[in-house]
């Protein structure tokens, strides 16, 4: 009777003033008939899931049961996250200190999403392409919403939440970038400033490690500007320098666009002066950027821009500087791009190009400095002009047929000198030259012999009378959403004759074609690809394992005229020619379990090589806020065939266990354990000590143990900390950057940072990191230059890194 009573007061005094759960603190909590573990679980879920939408997501905290929902719906309420000022800014704050951070092929995605993310968009204004730049968004998510349009104006979330066919996960990745209602649009100003010694390194899972060393004494060097008026007039300014580069040698950029403006029945979409980014379809045809990135897809985390953005990034090389226009209504979009700039390029002694060449750092005259190797500055050494576009028709929502067409000409002649210019090197008893095409473990040179060369002796162009080569590229994709289904190719063909209109056999062709289903708690996704060899289309960005150039003499520096020829394939952002199937897979088949599968199984064109790679994960959360996950990676290539002169078989396991801790604060604890196993090379038929060797085999163990730490001491002061210990191949990730180790002794690599907000609109970040590695030598004296005797010789390998970076929002 008395709990009766107190029902009855507590109703009345709430039935005004209920509790807001999303906004309420600790105390306000108490208030409610909760226990404290109850009460920490709402706040757990909170921080790191975000807002409740209605009553009915209670279900999902731990210790809530249906009873205390139906006890607990006459005290609360939940307040529209639209309507909140701040409650989520640290949860904000983290996504945006990734994008602020972020390099390689996503810089400029993270640019366009800080734009939408602090000037969002009303929901009921976006079209397929407003929505699809977004991320996580995939084409199921973007007919959702437009279909959800089609019923009538979407005025809240709980209207968007109900779109017919609508990802939970693309939902809660929507609400971060809209509005509901068409408001003005407030100017923002960005300025960065960043400057880092943090070593260069190849792409994850690639067992090249660095890329060739750099000098820390001249640190990178980036200087952003950008402002947004409206959201409908964008401009900015960028200076960058890559780690050990010259003084005069830089990137600078300027860039100037229009957004979102009506003219008739069609709207413009972006018109851009300077420079810009472009990517049409899914890479095959056209895609700017200097950056590999390894199984893009297009899905999840590896999304692409659509259509043209302004370019404000790292990228040197392969970027466009002129003029970009995309237009379009409901049924119709067209893209223009025209472009003049100057490439880097291998010169031959004639005066004409072998390659197109992606460095970093950028060299004059390679790393020799020799004038008689390098025959002419590399740097802005090709001018191209490029013209091109997409267009796309949309008869019904859910289906795209598109065609894209560019064309680039250079003022010099496409003629490849692989032997007379490339290879070499600088001992005449041990050249390149003479294992070209016939050394057993280069078994991909194949590649390199088939470098896109022009042939003919006139062209005749109305835009540019310069022009001495050319290089035209075609294709065709379809996008058709069918309820939760989505499928997807691309087609495209460089031409290599003067029929410049039609697509021929004879051509070298590319293709990629995908299916992809999502339901909430599984989704699947299945992708075909196959590249010609002869398809050497240095603005190709589709899916692959590996870029081009890969298993090939390029490889090995001392084969080549100039080591900084070894960023042929280094620094190259093309997918190699290969043909393969890859399927992705994530299950939660469990509240508390989460299964993810990607298996691939592919086979490099250049010489018939067979490669699978499969990696599988676990992850399980026995309470709210600690996760177990376990990955499990199986590759290998070429021992499906005995012959095969380079096969190697790779086993990599990694568990981490992380506990998430009130306020965002984190701990987690990493070991990994791996081993690669190689055939023997022919110098190392015979053991050591003589005789045949047991075991025809070489292998490599690594082993690596770790930690990391987050703690945030106040609402403006992050503070984070790692060390890793461990010998042989590690890759892991330090903060926001990529790094690999790799050492034959014991490593200890530690690194700590800070992030620090002075005020709201200033951020300033600092990271420093030291490396160094047991050093163990057989040597038991020896003599220094002086003639002075030392016993057990050995050295230190230490190594030293910052990264500061300052960014300012206004």
């Known amino acids: 009777m008395y709990y009766l009573y107190f029902i009855i007061i507590f109703s009345t005094l709430f039935s005004y003033n209920k509790i807001d759960i999303n906004q309420a603190d600790l105390v306000t909590l108490k208030v409610l008939p909760l226990t404290d573990r109850q009460i920490q679980s709402i706040i757990n879920f909170r921080n790191y899931n975000g807002y409740f939408e209605n009553i009915y997501e ?136 960043l400057f880092r010694t943090v070593p260069l390194t190849s792409r994850p899972d690639d067992e090249s490690g660095y890329l060739l060393d750099s000098n820390q004494d001249k640190p990178e ?41 009506k003219v ?238 039609s697509f021929e056999s004879s051509n070298p062709s590319a293709i990629v074609a995908s299916i992809y289903s999502d339901i909430d708690i599984f989704n699947f996704l299945a992708l075909y690809r196959k590249y010609d060899l002869e398809f050497d289309n240095p603005y190709q960005r589709s899916f692959s394992n590996y870029s081009r150039y890969k298993t090939s003499i390029l490889e090995d520096i001392y084969w080549l005229n100039d080591p900084a020829y070894g960023y042929l394939y280094t620094g190259n952002p093309q997918p190699q020619a290969e043909e393969g199937l890859f399927i992705s897979s994530r299950f939660q088949f469990h509240k508390n379990f989460i299964l993810t599968l990607n298996w691939d199984n592919w086979n490099r064109i250049s010489d018939n090589t067979k490669y699978y790679r499969i990696v599988s994960t676990i992850e399980w959360r026995p309470t709210f806020n600690f996760r177990i996950k376990y990955r499990q990676k199986w590759q290998e290539r070429g021992q499906f065939n005995i012959f095969h002169p380079s096969p190697f078989q790779s086993k990599n396991s990694i568990i981490s266990a992380r506990l998430n801790l009130s306020n965002f604060n984190r701990l987690e604890l990493i070991y990994g354990r791996g081993n690669t196993v190689f055939s023997p090379r022919p110098r190392l038929n015979d053991s050591a000590i003589g005789g045949d060797m047991t075991v025809g085999s070489i292998g490599n163990l690594s082993n690596s143990i770790g930690f990391n730490i987050i703690h945030n001491y106040a609402n403006n002061f992050t503070f984070k900390f790692g060390t890793i210990l461990g010998d042989g191949f590690i890759w892991f990730f330090e903060d926001t950057d990529f790094r690999i180790l790799n050492g034959d002794n014991q490593i200890m690599h530690h690194w700590a940072s800070f992030r620090i907000k002075p005020n709201p609109n200033l951020t300033l970040y600092l990271k420093f990191s030291k490396g160094g590695e047991n050093i163990n030598t057989t040597i038991t004296s020896g003599q220094d230059p002086r003639g002075i005797w030392i016993s057990n010789p050995n050295t230190s390998n230490n190594t030293y890194d910052y990264k500061f970076q300052l960014d300012y929002a206004l």
């Open 264 to 501: 008739g029945p069609l709207s413009i979409d972006k018109l851009i002066l300077g420079n810009y980014n472009a990517s049409l379809a899914q890479g095959v045809v056209f895609e700017t950027g200097d950056d590999f990135s390894p199984r893009r897809s297009g899905y999840g985390f590896s999304k692409r821009i659509s259509g043209i953005e302004m370019d404000l990034t790292r990228s040197s090389q392969y970027t466009m500087n002129g003029l970009g226009l995309q237009v379009s209504n409901r049924y119709f979009r067209g893209i223009f791009i025209s472009s003049y700039d100057k490439k880097d390029a291998i010169i031959n002694e004639d005066g004409s190009f072998s390659s197109l060449i992606v460095m970093k750092p950028r060299y004059d005259y390679g790393i020799t400095n020799d004038s008689s190797i390098v025959f002419e500055s590399m740097v802005d050494a090709v001018g191209e002009f490029t013209l091109g576009g997409h267009l796309r028709i949309t008869p019904v929502d859910g289906l795209n047929i598109g065609y894209s067409y560019y064309e680039s000409l250079y003022n010099r002649l496409i003629k490849p000198k692989q032997l007379e210019t490339i290879i070499g090197g600088p001992d005449s008893g041990y050249s390149g030259d003479d294992y070209y095409l016939s050394y057993i473990t280069n078994s991909a040179d194949s590649e390199v012999n088939s470098m896109y060369s022009f042939d003919e002796n006139n062209i005749e162009n109305l835009f540019w009378n310069n022009a001495k080569s050319i290089r035209r590229v075609s294709g065709l994709d379809i996008t058709y959403v069918l309820g939760r289904v989505v499928f997807q190719t691309e087609y495209g063909e460089l031409f290599k004759n003067k029929n410049y209109l």
């Open 58 to 193: 209670l279900k999902n905290v731990d210790g809530i049961t249906n009873e205390k929902i139906h006890e607990l719906k006459s005290f609360i309420k939940f307040q529209n996250r639209f309507e909140i000022s701040s409650q989520f800014d640290k949860n904000y704050s983290y996504k945006v200190s990734q994008w602020l951070s972020s390099d390689g092929s996503s810089e400029n995605l993270s640019e366009s999403w800080l734009d939408r993310y602090f000037n969002p968009m009303n929901i009921n204004d976006m079209n397929y392409d407003n929505l699809m730049s977004l991320p996580n968004i995939s084409p199921i998510d973007a007919i959702a919403v437009l279909n959800q349009k089609k019923r009538g104006y979407i005025n809240g979330t709980f209207e968007l939440k109900n779109s017919p066919g609508i990802s939970r996960w693309g939902y809660k990745n929507l609400v971060d970038f809209i509005s509901f209602k068409s408001q003005v649009q407030n100017t923002r100003i960005h300025y960065t400033a």
């Open 221 to 261: 060097i980036l200087n952003r500007f950008r402002i947004n008026l409206n959201n409908n007039i964008q401009a900015g300014i960028l200076f960058h320098r890559n780690m050990g580069e010259n003084k005069n040698i830089n990137t600078l950029k300027a860039s100037f666009g229009l957004n979102d403006y």
